[in-house]
């Protein structure tokens, strides 16, 4: 079975650009989550959608969105980009999100903001 | 404010030996733990989670050890082979309302010599 698929792996953009993201989850999981992880930090939780609808938001400002689609897949916007939001950006998904299962996470997005 | 928190950024050992890395968590709420495993340019691998109503959870050559008392886990590796090399992350996920989300820690950059 296919894991977690992400594209694009690379991006460069510059500074006041907007990006888009895309995340496909493990097959038969509803939910999917996004985390940010910085060089030498622990991933950070953005957002976590199930059932098309956003459950909970991390401590990121408004320039950053999300949506989930009817099958499932997510994609992250990140608007104004900064200098700051260089990092990979991980997409996770689960069965439901909100029990004791682990979070399965895709290889990510390397975005580097120039 | 971290509230996972590994406090050994790195740990060296040979192959064959017991590897034992620890993570203290702050956070009454964590209920469910789980260590996931990195290499470089790749997303984390889900190695093995642990629920707080249990103090050990074994899996092969990996055995999680939780003392809540302490508010402290940790993940030994027996024995230690050279592709346990990588970057091992300690994660908690609190009960009730933010039971959405993952906390990391910095991570420990584990290396078994040959």
Aim: glycine residues 8%; aromatic residues 12%; proline residues 5%.
């Amino acid at each position: 079975d296919a894991g977690v698929t992400q594209s694009p792996t690379h991006l460069i953009k510059t500074r006041g650009q907007q990006v888009t993201l895309r995340c496909s989850p493990i097959s038969g999981h509803k939910s999917v989550s996004w985390y940010q992880q910085v060089l030498g930090q622990g991933p950070q939780f953005i957002f976590q959608y199930y059932e098309k609808e956003e459950r909970g938001r991390g401590n990121f400002p408004d320039r950053f969105s999300a949506r989930q689609f009817p099958n499932y897949s997510s994609e992250l916007n990140v608007n104004a980009l900064l200098l700051g939001d260089s990092a990979l950006y991980l997409c996770a998904s689960s069965i439901t999100g909100d029990s004791n299962q682990p979070q399965h996470f895709g290889d990510g997005t390397r975005l580097s903001i120039l | 404010d971290q509230q996972v928190k590994q406090n050994s950024p790195s740990l060296s050992v040979q192959e064959g030996r017991i590897s034992i890395l620890n993570c203290d968590y702050t956070n009454s709420m964590f209920d469910y733990f789980l260590w996931y495993k990195k290499y470089p340019a790749e997303g984390p691998t889900f190695l093995i989670s642990i629920s707080s109503i249990k103090d050990k959870n074994e899996d092969g050559r990996f055995t999680v050890f939780l003392n809540k008392s302490a508010k402290h886990l940790s993940l030994h590796i027996v024995p230690s082979q050279p592709g346990d090399s990588a970057v091992y992350f300690c994660a908690a996920k609190a009960s009730g309302g933010s039971n959405y989300k993952l906390t990391f820690g910095k991570g420990t950059l584990l290396t078994v010599n040959p």
